[in-house]
């Protein structure tokens, strides 16, 4: 009853295990996406990056007069006179000339300080509505170039109906 195959006698179980065949290795994983899901996933994440990327770069040059304002008001300090012609060229390019040009005085004053913040009417920005129109040179107004700089980074301007202040 208990035959054995002579070809089998005298091999243990560690010479069978040496006599099996090596599996094949299986082909690797594709990292290439399987489904169209994850292609059009693929696209509309590259048009929206590409989007923000054009709105970034148009943001970036519509804010090129403010940091041309900056720089020259950096260059300025607390002058009067050269702080109102950099606030006048400021505003002329942010808002259409005829709302702009025109005023003169507290009007002026009142404009600043309601499209960026207050300190013009009644704060170190008063001697603006005087300085270009003096013939002598003024003195410096202590905190008016701050003042001026918090104003060309602050200012916005109303798309739409445009709302005089």
Known sequence: ????????????????????????????????????????????????????????????????????????LDAAGDDPAAVADILRRTALVAWPRDRVASLSGADWLRFLDATGGGGFLDGPGAALASAPYRSDAAAPAPGLGALAARWVRRHRVETGAEAHP
């Open 1 to 72: 009853m208990n035959e054995q195959d002579p070809a089998t006698e005298g091999v243990n179980l560690v010479d069978l295990l040496d006599r099996l065949a090596e599996p094949l290795e299986p082909a690797p994983v594709s990292m290439a996406p399987q489904t169209a899901g994850w292609t059009v996933l693929t696209v509309v994440l590259a048009l929206v990056l590409a989007w923000l990327a054009w709105r970034w770069v148009q943001r970036w040059r519509a804010n090129a007069y403010r940091r041309a304002a900056l720089a020259e």
